[in-house]
């Protein structure tokens, strides 16, 4: 159980990872907003707070891996290295541009990614090798991995599930990122998955359910998960895409969208105040 | 007025087919206001199959609409639409030989900058390796429109590679189109470009600077990389003492190697690429700074055709 102290400064740290998100994309340019948006508290869970990972030594056999299947949020994961250190913060500045470091998609030429996602449903398969390898090894190294609800309609994350618990990979931890929002509108109108921890649960899973922007119990429903043996485990975050911002609240329109200089001010002001209101 | 816009000339020529033909279907994985395919979508409700982010599926279920006599049209970034779904092109589609009709939308580097994962500069080779795959790309919207147009009759799998961006018209007005056609835009008796896709307004520009430098350069657009009109590229290769094929594609498979092969068993100039080297994308601000960076640009064409020319005269003389 992390205490109250704890679960505050890592409350912070998820606002100054949308304040980034927000200062990387800039004023008139493209970039993925809400699926970043609504990851900021469990990434900030996950690098602050519960995984073993030493930003000064990024090639540690034995760290606790982190990666974002949905690899167009990876602006998240950019911020939180940067916040760590592992990123030079001038990076920033030069997110997608030639000469830059960082990509629109994870890529290895940036420190601390693990793994080149963006073409949805891979994310899910490349942590299962992983976490077979770690076994293999006898490394303690657990594995975190981020799916999104519309990434969910490929085929390989499922086969990627039947494979995770097939071999009880009790390391494993997928993490939902249940935003209800795809590239171009609501999962509902869009496609549809009913039933989604039923399903989960049909092919061997441990399904857990959490507010994905409550720190503590994210980082609880996390202790958990590492508790659960025998088996894989998927943490169903319920999430607003693009959390902190009204105008990219809910809507597909900040999927990949591009910020005017209001909108790009206004974000900051808002994000500002919210990480004031952190208690 | 057509739309400079490729994407924008598809999807309202898809809407024209709908139109047409009440077999025409559309299929699409979350991304059918890149691709356009939402202007079939808000025309005809019914026909429209929203898929999901699942590429492999919509290419075999746009099988099953073939085989109950339907034309379907399935949709997605060109990276995507040809090697997400290539087995099942391959086995659910090509095999056979249905009338499936793959857009590979956001083709080659515009999608500038999402990077590596999204740029597609392999799917012509990837594609063009397929038998009974027709594969074409586009050097207006107006080409757009006019392989549109064929694709009630055409037998066989298609797939276009379809660009983001708004292009030059080059589509010489009143032309009569075909697919399989190869089209000269501009006469020359020295050197020879064929360009495809964006690259042929790049040609073309590049030959009107050769011409202030006295150099007389041919371009020829290579629309249908597949089945590419071998007898034209050979009689447009003739005559000439170099040859610059021009592509926004990696230069392994795909307009550049089509050529050559084209070429292959008779004698003809020197022949060199203007293409991605064998690499993938980059994330970059914009698209034409990435066009500069893989050097795909008028220019490097020029450059190209010079250093070409060069080299045949320096092997005259040493002859
Ligand atoms: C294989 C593949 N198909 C399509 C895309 C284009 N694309 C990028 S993000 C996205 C929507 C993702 O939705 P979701 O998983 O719900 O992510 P989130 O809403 O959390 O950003 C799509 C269709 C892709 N990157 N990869």
């Given amino acids: 159980m992390a205490n109250a102290e704890e679960i505050q400064r890592i409350k912070k740290l998820a606002w100054d990872l949308r304040a980034d998100i927000v200062r990387m994309i800039g004023v008139g340019k493209a970039g993925h907003l809400g699926g970043s948006c609504s990851l900021a508290e469990t990434v900030a869970a996950l690098y602050f707070g519960k995984m073993h990972f030493d930003p000064k030594a990024l090639h540690d056999p034995n760290r606790d891996r982190f990666l974002v299947s949905k690899g167009h949020s990876v602006l998240v994961q950019y911020a939180a290295l940067v916040e760590l250190g592992a990123i030079p913060r001038e990076e920033m500045g030069k997110l997608k541009t030639l000469g830059g470091k960082l990509q629109g998609h994870p890529d290895m030429m940036t420190p601390g990614m693990e793994a080149v996602t963006g073409s949805l449903g891979q994310g899910l398969s490349i942590a299962t090798g992983m976490a077979l390898a770690l076994r293999l090894r006898k490394s303690p190294a657990r594995v975190y991995v981020v799916i999104g609800d519309g990434e969910l309609a490929e085929g390989q994350l499922w086969e990627a599930a039947m494979a995770a618990a097939r071999y009880k990979l009790d390391s494993l931890t997928a993490i939902l990122d249940r935003n209800r929002i795809q590239a171009t509108g609501p999962t509902k109108e869009i496609f549809d998955i009913p039933n989604l921890e039923d399903k989960w649960r049909a092919f061997g899973w441990n399904v857990l359910n959490v507010d994905g922007h409550d720190v503590g119990p994210i980082l609880d429903v996390l202790d958990k998960a590492t508790a659960i043996k025998g088996g894989p485990t998927v943490i169903v975050a319920d999430t607003v895409k693009g959390k902190g911002v009204s105008f990219a609240e809910n809507t597909a329109a900040f999927h990949n969208g591009a910020m005017t200089r209001e909108q790009y001010d206004q974000a900051l002001v808002e994000i500002e105040e919210s990480r004031r209101m952190v208690q | ?319």
Wanted: glycine share 8%; hydrophobic share 40%.
């Fill in chain 2, 1 to 319: 007025m057509t739309s400079p816009n490729l994407r924008s000339a598809y999807g309202a020529s898809l809407v024209r087919l709908g139109k047409k033909d009440e077999r025409v279907v559309a299929l699409e994985a979350d991304l059918g206001k890149s691709t356009q395919s939402v202007m079939f979508q808000a025309e005809f409700p019914d026909r429209y199959f929203q898929m999901g982010i699942a590429e492999q599926n919509m290419a075999s279920t746009a099988a099953g609409f073939a085989l109950s006599g339907m034309i379907p049209f399935i949709h997605s970034f060109a990276v995507f639409a040809s090697g997400r779904t290539y087995d099942q092109l391959r086995n659910s589609i090509c095999i056979p030989n249905l009338p499936v009709r793959i857009c590979g939308s956001s083709a080659g580097l515009s999608d500038f900058g999402d990077g590596k994962t999204h740029q597609g500069v392999e799917d012509a080779a990837l594609m063009r390796s397929l038998p009974n795959m027709t594969v074409l790309c586009p050097a207006d919207s107006i080409e757009v429109e006019q392989m549109m147009d064929c694709m009630l009759d055409w037998p066989g799998p298609v797939y276009f590679r379809i660009n983001r961006n708004d292009l030059p018209f080059v589509y010489p007005e009143g032309e009569p189109y075909s697919i399989g056609k190869v089209t000269r835009l501009r006469e020359g008796n020295e050197a020879a470009i064929f360009g495809s896709g964006i690259m042929v307004s790049k040609a073309l520009e590049a030959a009107k600077a050769l011409e202030t430098e006295g150099i007389s350069t041919r371009v020829i657009n290579i629309s249908t990389i597949k089945p590419l009109d071998r007898e034209a590229v050979i009689r447009y290769a003739r005559g000439v003492d170099a040859i610059v094929t021009a592509e926004e594609h990696s230069i392994i498979g795909g307009i550049g190697s089509a050529v050559v092969e084209a070429l292959r068993g008779v004698s003809h100039a020197p022949v060199e690429f203007v293409g991605v080297p064998d690499s993938f994308g980059i994330s970059a601000e914009g698209y034409d700074e990435l066009l500069v960076h893989f050097k795909l640009t008028s220019d490097e064409i020029a450059r190209t055709v010079k250093t070409l020319l060069k080299g045949t005269e320096k092997c005259a003389s040493v002859l």
